[in-house]
């Protein structure tokens, strides 16, 4: 025995053969330091580690485990899925009736093409604006993440802010060209691209709710904004709900806000819910732009995977069973969570916001909340790292970044939450210094 835990010497072995340990950066604790925790099983609201050890779980997967770890429904439709089959590269029903129950719960989406990542689901967004209105440039907001394609990798959210890049290298400048980035919350900023470009933005690429920088809510009326201006000059609004989807509300962000207020972007993307744990994504919207998919029309996009049987059962269980209960317990405990958040850090004297976006929380080290991106970064970031480990020792995984978001699930029952309250106080005081 060298004395060394077992998540030590998996992550030794790991960074041998894996670039950082990892397949996506945001897994390697860079940002907060030590030793990535080497999850072997999760159940519920909890998962453990190579150790054995247990914790409260507040990364969700990253999104999609909206029901909690291993819900035994959508465990047991994915058995059964793939008992019949693994894939078979031919249509299969489930990706219909999957498709159907998006299209039922969003009425301005009546047309959808299944991928295998959000990544995927937002590239060929764009690809489809540009052929829709034969444009070229592309409007996106300083730290909003939508994958890693090369066009919307610029002044890109979560491990591309984690690490402080302001792009990443290997993306051809002309590619970079064609993408214009403002602040976000800045309707002014999108008028004065669309007066500088007239008539050549295909579309404004938005998350619905940014959470990829922390969580930074869109101010009242800057989404409509966005619906005006891109309808004004004949581009697309592309909202993605790769994150927020499925998971703010049953009819995502835009179920809070454009359902209400009456108006709807061209196309959506989605992502992490919809594939209930298991790898899939897709584009959706009208008819009318939708058709422009091969092989109804000329704008190609493909997949051997795409809309596979293991993950169209996992996302329609998932789906079935995110009911109006479930939803009432991620708020309830996403806003305990929160009141105990700011109660700890309070009485420890540290100066912070407690970002909400629906169900949706993260923390910020500042004043003030964060409206935009440089807002965003400008925080205390140096307080995240002992508030996260004082918060591991305790048993609960948060993200291993003050730039992300916290995804609580439907499994965090009053036992979770209390776990996580007991665990504040101690991880505001190390916050604190
Ligand atoms: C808003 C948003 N869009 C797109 C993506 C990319 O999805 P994926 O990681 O499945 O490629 C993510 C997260 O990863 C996201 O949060
Ligand atoms: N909010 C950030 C992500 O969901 C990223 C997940 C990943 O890239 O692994």
Known sequence: M?????????FGAARAVLPGGVDSPVRAWGA????PRFLVSGRG???????????????????????????????????SAAAAGLGFGAPHPRETELARSIVERIPPVEQVRFVSSGTEATMTALRLARA??????????????????????????????????????????????????????????????????????????????????GVVPPRPGFNAELRAITAADGALLIFDEVLTGFRV?????????????????DLFTFGKVIGGGLPLAALAGPGSLMGLLAPAGPVYQAGTLSGNPLATAAGLAMLGHADDAAYARINKAASAIAAGLREALHAAGV????????????????????????QARDQELFRYAPFFHAMADAGVLLPPSALEAWFVSAAHDDAAVERILAALPAAARAAAG
């Open 45 to 79: 609201a909890y998962v453990t580690d190579a150790d054995g050890a247990t914790y409260v779980d507040l990364v969700g997967q990253w999104g999609p485990a909206l029901l909690g770890h291993a819900h035994r429904e959508v465990v047991a439709a994915v058995q």
């Open 132 to 213: 829709a209105t034969g444009r070229d440039l592309i409007v996106k907001f300083a730290g909003c993440y939508h994958g890693h394609s090369d066009g919307l990798l610029t002044a890109a959210g979560s491990g591309v802010a984690t690490l402080g890049l302001p792009d990443s290298a290997g993306v051809p400048a002309a590619v970079s060209a064609t993408t214009i980035v403002v602040d976000y919350n800045d309707a002014q900023a999108v008028r004065d691209a669309f007066a500088a470009h007239p008539g050549r933005i295909a579309a404004v690429i938005t998350e619905a709710a940014p959470a990829n920088m």
């Open 2 to 10: 060298t004395g060394r835990t077992a998540n030590q010497r998996l």
């Open 351 to 374: 100066a912070h916001r407690v970002q909400r976006a629906g169900n949706l929380v993260s923390l910020a080290f500042r004043e003030h909340a964060p409206k935009n991106y440089s």
């Open 249 to 265: 509300d049953p009819r995502g962000w835009w179920g809070l806000e454009g359902a209400a207020e009456g108006w709807s972007p």
């Open 32 to 35: 907060v330091g030590g030793v």
